[in-house]
């Protein structure tokens, strides 16, 4: 007899709390925002020119980093906001928390395109398509990741039934927003930009706020 089949199915599949899980995922998230700040370099002047003339030249990667750090910090108060309802975790609610987090790592890279490839079309096209395809994925993995919980009862007990459903709707935005925003960048990139900016301050707005704008919206 293998010596699994007689051990609850808890501990076969590693059901336990989300503590570690916590703080593995803000480490990756503190270190991904972290290198956001290598987009910021002290400019070189050119011949004839003024500090003020090179730092105003950087201004892709100003925006890159604004749009990236914010973007990354909402997704991180949301992923606490989150755990804050589940109860527990196992090896597949972390295997797919480890794939968001595969995501944020990825935010860096995108931001650095934006950064050197956002002032020379049409390269900025694929830069934005990078961008936005990198947040529109982790934002469908981030879906992924709470419909697993709610499906396999890592809530948290004292959670009304209806909880884990309505957090879904309030979810499901995101990925069809950030959607949205790539497929302007086909379009237009000035136009993806703006989505990126409105996204930010939208998803930037307290989560009361949201659900009563959503709310008015259906």
Do not use: C
């Amino acid at each position: 007899m293998d010596a699994h089949e007689s051990l609850p199915a808890e501990v076969v599949e590693g059901a336990s709390g989300t503590g570690r899980t916590e703080a593995f995922s803000d480490g990756v998230f503190a270190i991904a925002i972290t290198l956001l700040a290598l987009e910021l370099r002290v400019p070189e002047i050119e011949e004839a020119g003024t500090l003020l003339q090179a730092l105003a030249g950087q201004w892709p990667a100003y925006l890159a980093f604004l749009l990236s750090f914010v973007t990354a910090l909402i997704m991180w108060a949301n992923h606490h906001r989150m755990f804050n309802y589940i109860e527990r975790s196992n090896f597949t609610f972390m295997l797919l928390n480890g794939l968001l987090l595969l995501g944020i790592t990825v935010v860096p890279f995108a931001t650095s395109l934006m950064a050197d490839y956002l002032a020379h079309p049409p390269d900025d096209t694929i830069a934005a398509l990078v961008f936005n395809g990198t947040f529109t994925v982790t934002a469908v993995l981030f879906n992924v990741l709470w419909g697993y919980a709610v499906r396999n009862d890592l809530l948290d007990k004292r959670l009304p039934p209806e909880f884990g459903e309505n957090i879904t709707r309030q979810y499901r935005f995101g990925p069809l927003l950030y959607l949205a925003a790539f497929l302007a960048a086909l379009i237009s990139v000035p136009l993806s930009i703006l989505l990126n900016v409105g996204l930010a301050l939208f998803f930037a707005l307290p989560p009361s706020l949201v659900r009563r704008l959503v709310g008015r919206g259906n």
